[in-house]
């Protein structure tokens, strides 16, 4: 039988600046969705990221899949934070049958 993507995520909304910041998600769907994240920032940017990237400040966004209990969770981490780096992080799922999206908003506060 055939079901569209559906979404848990395990999500961490408030960071404090210069700490790690990270989302992550975990879902299901047959046939098996592929992942990737959106980031919309407070100021209205886009970042679409299917794997790690160096920004042009030279921080990493590391993307990432562990095991968890016969699932595969979908990490994204950023360290250090900035308070730019508050927005929505958004997990998205596809499959054939269409695509889920799930995520947090995450603010970063400063010290």
Same mark, same amino acid.
């Given at each position: ?10 999500? /961490?909304?408030?960071?404090? /600046? ?12 047959l046939p098996t969705p592929t992942y ?76």
């Amino acid at each position: 039988m055939l079901h569209r993507s559906k979404f848990y995520t395990l999500p /961490q909304d408030i960071v404090l /600046q210069s700490s790690r910041l990270e989302a992550n998600c975990y879902g299901e769907g047959l046939p098996t969705p592929t992942y990737h994240w959106v980031i919309t920032y407070t100021d209205g940017s886009v970042l679409m990221l299917n794997d790690s990237i160096t920004l042009e400040d030279g921080r990493r966004v590391d993307i990432s899949n562990a095991p968890f209990f016969g699932l595969i969770i979908h990490c994204l981490e950023l360290s250090p934070s900035m308070a730019s780096d508050s927005g929505n992080y958004s997990c998205v799922a596809t499959n054939r049958l269409g695509s889920s999206v799930f995520g947090p908003t995450i603010t970063v506060y400063g010290k």
